[in-house]
């Protein structure tokens, strides 16, 4: 909104000096026209940020203790295996602890890491991928948070529709996060949820010692933003690949085996 009204501003100015120096009336049915451009711009750019991204569609939660769905809507950027609490990260080279992504201790070493980014074109409320107690809810807070994406990553995975392995960027780290623990008698999950810059807001719907079922809604996150899940690897078996478009609630992530 400020961008656009800066852009308006800019524009009006320069077509009145324009018109005041050169004396050509048609500069003046240029500024004119300009007027009802901006009008329409000002009224979708609030429908977007007030109507369109707070949008919540029911959702279809496939039945059964045994499946894990997607805590998100968005893209699955990567899939990651994780050994003694620890991921190799093929851009450094170093070895991340899972503990330091969520930035509390999860108590459990082995498992898998599925990243999903959430675009500002996507749902924005998140799902419990099973149901179960809420342990833990941890909130890391920042002071600034650090742009996840630049351009022409933004293009690959949104026109594209290719994945863009995010693994270990400077703010998976450093931003504003929130980290849930949710656990039943058959499996534990661990939710941690990114915010993009300018977001500083997570807004969880629970507590610790909630029980919540598979698919509710959990918590809502600000423009784009990503979500980590993290599953101990007792008996779960995947069926995501990164590249995959998921729908929070309504995607099979995997199935917890006996």
């Known amino acids: ?3 656009l009204f800066i852009l308006q501003s800019i524009t009006s ?3 009145y000096l324009a018109g ?3 004396r050509v009336p048609f ?3 240029v500024l004119l026209a300009w007027i009802p451009i901006f009008l329409a711009g000002y009224i979708f750019l609030w429908w977007f940020r007030n109507v369109f991204f707070y949008r919540d ?4 939660i496939p039945p059964g203790d045994d499946v894990v769905v997607s805590p998100a809507d968005g893209r699955v950027m990567y899939v990651r295996s994780v050994k003694a609490g620890e991921i190799v990260s093929e851009k450094t080279g170093q070895k991340i602890r899972v503990s330091e992504l969520a930035k509390t201790t999860l108590g459990i070493s082995d498992g898998w890491l599925v990243g999903i980014y959430m675009t500002p074109f996507d749902v924005h409320f998140n799902r419990a991928p099973i149901g179960g107690k809420i342990t833990t809810v941890y909130h890391h807070r920042t002071g600034v948070n650090l742009p996840m994406v630049d351009l022409w990553e933004y293009v690959r995975f949104t026109v594209l529709r290719k994945a863009v392995d995010m693994f270990a960027a400077p703010f998976h780290l450093e931003n504003e996060r929130l980290t849930l623990q949710i656990q039943n008698e058959r499996a534990t999950c661990f939710l941690i949820l990114i915010a993009d810059r300018f977001v500083n807001k997570i807004s969880p719907l629970y507590s610790e010692q909630q029980t919540v079922s598979k698919g509710e809604k959990i918590t809502f996150i600000e423009r784009g933003s ?7 690897s007792g008996g779960i078996t995947l069926r995501v690949r990164p590249g995959d478009q998921v729908y929070a609630g309504e995607t099979v992530l995997g199935t917890v085996q006996e």
Not at 57 to 60: F, G, L, N, T
Not at 226 to 232: H, I, K, M, S, Y
């Open 1 to 3: 909104m400020k961008k």
């Open 13 to 15: 100015a320069a077509a």
């Open 20 to 22: 005041r120096r050169l």
């Open 27 to 29: 500069l003046w049915i």
């Open 57 to 60: 569609p029911s959702r279809a």
């Open 226 to 232: 990503q979500t980590d899940l993290f599953l101990p």
